[in-house]
């Protein structure tokens, strides 16, 4: 059973007062489109996931690894309808559609909505209404409404993805929601008990709620490491996956990267799984000579496994030669790419021993990294 999720976010969000669309405003430490993607990223039988954008956001977006993006249209009924037919080149079982601007969303609410298109072609999530309600025109009361049998739309809606597809290839106009679409297409909803946290940011008062929500849920986890190699014959150095002109090379029984080594033992250890020599033992010779990317990539995949995002992460090589500043940048950017983060969120810098201790008489290089993981 292969799962979709689609998240809509090419809306700009007026409602939200002034300033960027809110899916890229900041929220407790992060932006709102980042907290609802790892929502999704952490969903264990979501395997993939599909973003509408609007088009003047997709050239300066970098989607996180795994990540699909597509425009989307002048409405979110054109938006979805976009996702949709973006996906059925390879079409799902099932797809979750979702707005970005629900970033609380709790996994019970995912794995509700999976659980109930087992036997309905649609599921939604919602919530009873428990307010007195009333019509009203002018500032005054004009009259009541039962709330008897009504509800609170949340997302995401879920559906078999042929029927939903058919569903809006056919309807015109826009929607308030995909419920709507699908009734009118003639699909049966099943409602699922929606969650209070999971609300819709609307309004600029609603990022200080959504803060509050997202501030006690977060697992924030830091880790440290640490790496020596000592120099060596060779013509180069390998520092932070750059290759590094030097008269001398370092050696290991990989390729020596003291930078990367030490950073990937920050991530092991963020997670409390161990160092490099756990997942790599240097008694296998498997792993004699492979380059230390391979590493470092394994343990920001077993991160994002875990639903962990990495938010930053620091390097610092200490040497008296070769000179670290030149290639500094090339470092940063090869680290990013390396681990699937924005370069933004990559430190590398280098400092000197005073000519003291083993660094200082040029005998090797060490590194110190540190690296911040971040679970909603």
């Keep these: 059973m292969k799962i979709a999720a689609l998240i809509v976010a090419a809306g700009r969000g007026t409602r939200a007062g002034p300033g960027a669309p809110k899916q890229w405003r900041a929220l407790a430490g992060r932006r709102v489109i980042d907290w609802t993607l ?20 997709i050239a300066t977006f970098a989607p996180p690894p795994g990540i699909e993006v597509t425009a989307g249209g002048a409405s979110r009924a054109a938006s979805v309808r976009c996702g949709l037919e973006a996906l059925a080149a390879d079409p799902p079982d099932l797809v979750l559609i979702h707005d970005v601007a629900r970033p609380c969303l709790p996994q019970a609410v995912i794995d509700r909505v999976i659980a109930a298109l087992d036997t309905s072609p649609g ?53 308030a929601d995909d419920v709507e679409i699908a009734r009118a297409a003639g699909l049966e909803i099943a409602i699922v008990p929606g969650h ?27 880790g440290h490491g640490y790496d020596v190699h000592r120099f060596g014959p060779g013509d180069h150095v390998m520092l932070c996956g750059v290759a590094v002109p030097h008269d001398r090379g370092l050696q290991g029984h990989s390729d020596a990267d003291v930078g990367l080594h030490a950073l990937s033992d920050a991530i092991y250890g963020a997670l409390a799984m161990g160092d490099i ?10 792993w004699k000579g492979t380059e230390s990317h391979v ?25 008296e030669r070769p000179k670290v500043g030149p290639h500094a940048a090339a470092m940063q950017a090869r680290m990013a790419d390396i681990l699937g983060i924005d370069a933004a969120r990559v430190s590398v810098k280098a400092t000197t021993s005073e000519r003291l201790g083993f660094t200082g008489r040029e005998e090797g290089i060490a590194a110190i990294a540190t690296a911040t993981l971040v679970k909603p």
Excluded at 202 to 211: I, K, L, P, S
Aim: hydrophobic share 40%.
């Design 38 to 57: 790892a929502r999704f990223q952490a969903a264990p039988r979501v395997s993939r996931i599909m973003l509408t954008l609007h088009p003047d956001d």
């Design 277 to 286: 020599g756990r997942h790599f033992p240097p008694s296998d010779p498997q």
């Design 123 to 175: 599921a939604a999530p919602a919530l009873p209404v428990t307010d007195a309600l009333w019509h009203g025109g002018d500032g005054q009361v004009t009259g009541t409404q039962d709330r008897a049998g009504l509800y609170r739309a949340q997302t995401p809606q879920g559906f078999h993805f042929a029927a939903i597809l058919a569903a809006h290839r056919t309807h015109a106009g826009d929607a």
């Design 196 to 222: 209070e946290d999971n609300l819709k940011i609307t309004h600029a008062e609603d990022f200080a709620r959504a803060e509050r929500i997202l501030g006690g849920q977060m697992d924030i986890r830091l």
């Design 295 to 319: 590493f470092l990539r394994h343990a920001a995949d077993l991160a994002r496994k875990q639903g962990f995002t990495l938010s930053n992460v620091d390097c610092t090589l200490i040497c």
